[in-house]
Every structure is written in structure tokens, then in C-alpha cells.
């Protein structure tokens, strides 16, 4: 009986084993032909007129690619693996890493074009050239300029997300909390600040700021203004979730112990609000990103030669974009996919959150 068993397990697995042997091999075909096409895309098609066929070719090998490694993971792991997400996370994780260490990475110059009178303008990307994503107009190396201004974008982000939390939270908690006079003030005000489009609040308050002088002013300047028009959002989520968690048992016993509305606020409903809202963080981040990339841009945000992904595009102008596609696609492809990779990893947080519940504490 044991034997038959175990014939009839080994007839079951061997299909599935089977498969996977072929998807792991369909997966390396897939990624190898996928950079084939994208290493011919950069650095074999050359001609600003093939721009098109450049496109299709590069769009092409990310997709092929991506359904390689995806096969090639799941293959080798004999069982389903979010590979997008894996992506998304290691995309961030090395952005933030390059960012972090710019300064000690072989790149070129960046910033100074009297240091770059030998290059020429406007070379185009060739994977292992000095220059791998190519020159802009003042001869100066794209790969560097988006590192550095990935600095410039994930700081800015980061405080705006992390002073709208701060102050939004104990808020919208407090105005649940309370109710009644309290709570309809804090309703006004958000109700006015999101009656005005985000992006004419921003060029205000950017024009009251004026424009930024250095990387530390910028990212202040910008990180308080993006947390100024990000702050209502916080406040209703924080109102919202403080809504449902204060007809809980924790907060009953914690006014049974004579707890204040304050201590209630901090000790009991925060913790939870804040893990809630912060499931959103990262969602809010991408969002804050775009919205600094438009502010630079319009001309708002910091100044070249100090690079950051919206100046750069509008550096390249509308003239480079017939001309050297690759000035604008270069930044505005490392925005697209760091903000592709924080809303796929935010929305897995989000998931994780909801099936995960929420911190009790008992004053």
C-alpha cells in the first residue's frame, strides 16, 4: 500500500517538476533575449532619426525581461513569487543606496561643465561607455545627474510625508475624538485647502518661498510646501480610521481609568492611526515626487546646474526632445520608475495592513 503511495505521489509531482525545469529555461531565454534587445537599443542603434525604433526595441527587452525573470524566479522557487514586487523593492533599495554613496561611485561630472570641455554634447547612451546613459547639452553625465537628484527628490519626499503625518494625525484623531465645534473647524479648514487645486497651491507657496539656493533649502522649502498641501489628505484619513477605532473596548477602559482626551489621543488612538496612515506612505511619497518634479519643472524648485529629474527634463527642452529623445526619457524614466515601484510597494502595504489589524493599548 506504501509503495502505491508513493508511485502515485512521484506520477503527481514529475508533470510539475517538469514544468519548472522547462520555465526555468524559458525564463533565462526570455531575460537573456530581453537585455539583448535593450543592449541594441542603447548602445548599437545610434541614429537620433531611429528614435522610434529605439523606443520599441528598449519597451520590448523591458518586457521580455521582466516575463524572464519572472519565470526564471518562479521556476527555480517551484511555486508562484511576486516577482514585480521583488523589482519594485530592489529598484528603491538600490536607488537610495546609489544616492546615498554618489559621492564615492566612479561617476563623471555632474554639475560643472568646465570639467567636461572634452566630452561632447549630447552622447548617446552605450552601456559600457564612460558615459552609459549618455550627455546632456552641457556635456555633462546623465546617470550622475539622476543619482544626485534622486537625492534631491527622496528627501524631499520623505520630510514632506513625515511632517504631514506628524502634525496630521494627533489632529484628525482629536477631531474625531472630540466631535461637535472642534472637529467642524478641522472640517472647514480641510474642505478649503483641498478646494484649491494642489498644484496652484504649491506655485504659491512656492512664489512666497522664492527659489531655493542650495540642496538643503530646496528639500525644506519644497518638503514643507508638498507637507502643507499633503496635510488635509492625512487629516481625513487620521479622522477616518480614529472614527472606526473609537467605539473599541481599549478606548472605553481607558476612560473608565479616567484618561484624558488628550492622553487618549497619544497613547491609545496614534499608535493605531499612525499605522494605518503610514500603510499609505508610501503612496503619498510617489505622489510627492511627481509633484516636486513638476514644481522644477515650471522653474520653481532648485536651480540647475544642480540637477533634479524635473529640471533636467525642462533643461532638455522641447527642441531635444525631437533631437536627443534620450536628454528627457533618461530622468523622466528614473521618475516613472521609482514612482511605479513606491505605489507597488505601497499597495502591498496596504494589503499587508488591512489583513493584518492594528495595535491595541490599554491606558
Known amino acids: ?53 529605439r523606443v520599441v526595441f528598449v519597451l520590448a527587452g523591458l518586457v521580455l525581461a521582466r516575463r524572464g525573470i519572472g519565470d526564471l524566479v518562479c521556476g527555480l522557487a517551484k511555486r508562484e513569487v511576486d516577482v514585480g514586487l521583488w523589482l519594485s523593492v530592489g529598484w528603491l533599495v538600490a536607488l537610495v543606496v546609489a ?4 559621492g564615492l561611485l566612479p561617476f563623471s561630472d555632474y554639475i560643472d561643465p568646465s570639467k567636461s570641455l572634452t566630452v561632447a554634447q549630447f552622447m548617446t547612451p552605450n552601456l ?14 546623465l546617470l550622475a545627474r539622476c543619482v544626485y537628484g534622486a ?58 518661498a522664492g527659489r531655493p539656493k542650495s540642496v538643503a ?6 518638503g514643507i510646501g508638498l507637507a502643507i498641501v499633503t496635510l488635509p489628505t492625512v487629516l481625513r484619513l487620521a479622522r477616518s480610521f480614529t472614527s472606526k477605532l473609537i467605539s473599541e473596548e481599549f478606548v472605553f477602559v481607558s476612560r473608565a481609568l479616567g484618561a484624558t482626551n488628550t492622553r487618549i489621543v497619544l497613547h491609545d488612538l496614534t499608535p493605531n492611526v499612525l499605522l494605518s496612515v503610514s500603510s499609505y506612505a508610501l503612496v503619498l511619497a510617489a505622489v510627492l515626487i511627481v509633484a516636486e518634479g513638476s514644481l522644477s519643472f515650471l522653474g520653481l ?30 530622468p523622466g524614466t528614473f521618475m516613472f520608475l521609482t514612482v511605479f515601484s513606491l505605489n507597488r510597494v505601497g499597495e502591498r502595504a496596504r494589503s499587508a495592513f488591512a489583513a493584518g489589524g492594528s495595535v491595541v493599548s490599554v491606558t
Open 1 to 53: 500500500m506504501a509503495s502505491t503511495t508513493t508511485l502515485a505521489e512521484n506520477v503527481r509531482t514529475r508533470p510539475g517538476l517538469a514544468w519548472t525545469s522547462i520555465r526555468t529555461w524559458i525564463g533565462v531565454a526570455e531575460t537573456a533575449l530581453g537585455v539583448a534587445l535593450d543592449y541594441v537599443a542603447i548602445s548599437v542603434i545610434d541614429r537620433s532619426e531611429s528614435a522610434p525604433l
Open 99 to 102: 544616492a546615498t554613496l554618489a
Open 128 to 141: 559600457f561607455s564612460a558615459h552609459p546613459l549618455g550627455t546632456d547639452g552641457l556635456s555633462l553625465d
Open 151 to 208: 537625492r534631491v527628490s527622496i528627501l524631499t519626499s520623505a520630510l514632506a510625508v513625515v511632517l504631514s503625518v506628524a502634525v496630521g494625525v494627533p489632529i484628525g484623531a482629536l477631531a474625531a475624538l472630540r466631535g461637535r465645534a472642534f472637529d467642524h473647524v478641522v472640517n472647514i479648514l480641510t474642505d478649503s485647502m483641498l478646494s484649491v487645486p494642489a498644484l496652484v497651491l504649491l506655485i504659491a507657496l512656492a512664489t512666497i
Open 217 to 222: 533649502a530646496a528639500v525644506l522649502e519644497d
Open 301 to 330: 524648485g532648485l536651480q540647475p546646474p544642480q540637477p533634479t529629474w524635473g529640471n533636467m527634463m525642462a533643461q532638455a527642452g522641447i527642441s531635444d526632445l525631437s533631437l536627443h529623445p534620450f536628454a528627457i526619457l533618461v
